[in-house]
T-cell receptor, first 115, second 114 residues
Framework: AQKITQTQPGMFVQEKEAVTLDCTYDTSDPSYGLFWYKQPSSGEMIFLIYQGSYDQQNATEGRYSLNFQKARKSANLVISASQLGDSAMYFCAMRDNTGGFKTIFGAGTRLFVKA | EAGVAQSPRYKIIEKRQSVAFWCNPISGHATLYWYQQILGQGPKLLIQFQNNGVVDDSQLPKDRFSAERLKGVDSTLKIQPAKLEDSAVYLC????????????FGQGTRLTVV
């Protein structure tokens, strides 16, 4: 069965510094995708970054990068140069690519950026 | 491109009443998801459609929840009768075909059961 674990309920970071949000996963599927979404207090879910299980390079999107360690089954999100607008909930998600493309989410990490 | 549309945005009902939520996915998106997000938690997948067929509904409380996707486009999620623990935000998302395509989410419907 698939499982996503985010062990950090809350994180603080100083503005302009980098922060790493942890995500570990478990799946028996050889092909899967890993996603990170941001959910501000307004409630919408905003897609940030994607990593495929067969991708050789770590994904990057602007200030976001995904530290993918397949052997450890971890897919940590790194946000560089934090901004006040980065304060939000962050969710790690996984989708299996060999079954029904079911997508499940972790419990989330609330990030607070301090001025 | 228009996003995922959901209505209503907010709903307050008494327990044991029924309620229905509507979702219009992005045009051409074959996959549609309904998630339940209880305050302070991550979204929980309730049901997933591929066109008008159900792919996964293993976490849908079928004694009270039902969902359909007519003609593989719009979808409705119904709760009958509602319980206090159903208070949550109900999120609809859709996705196009392809391995690396992300899901796009609607604004959600916030349900309060009193």
């Amino acid at each position: 069965a698939q499982k996503i674990t985010q062990t950090q309920p809350g994180m603080f970071v100083q503005e302009k510094e980098a922060v790493t949000l942890d995500c570990t996963y478990d799946t028996s599927d050889p092909s899967y995708g890993l996603f990170w979404y941001k959910q501000p207090s307004s409630g919408e879910m905003i897609f940030l970054i994607y990593q495929g299980s067969y991708d050789q390079q770590n994904a990057t999107e602007g200030r976001y990068s995904l530290n993918f360690q397949k052997a450890r089954k971890s897919a940590n999100l790194v946000i560089s140069a934090s901004q006040l607008g980065d304060s939000a909930m962050y969710f790690c998600a996984m989708r299996d690519n060999t079954g029904g493309f079911k997508t499940i989410f972790g419990a989330g990490t609330r990030l607070f950026v301090k001025a | 491109e228009a996003g995922v549309a959901q209505s209503p945005r907010y709903k307050i009902i008494e327990k044991r009443q029924s309620v229905a939520f509507w979702c219009n996915p992005i045009s051409g998106h074959a996959t549609l998801y309904w998630y339940q997000q209880i305050l302070g938690q991550g979204p929980k997948l309730l049901i997933q459609f591929q066109n008008n067929g159900v792919v996964d509904d293993s976490q849908l409380p079928k004694d009270r929840f039902s969902a359909e996707r007519l003609k593989g486009v719009d979808s409705t999620l119904k709760i009958q009768p509602a319980k206090l623990e159903d208070s949550a935000v109900y999120l609809c998302a859709s996705r196009s075909q392809g391995l690396n395509t992300e899901a796009f989410f609607g604004q959600g419907t916030r349900l309060t059961v009193v």
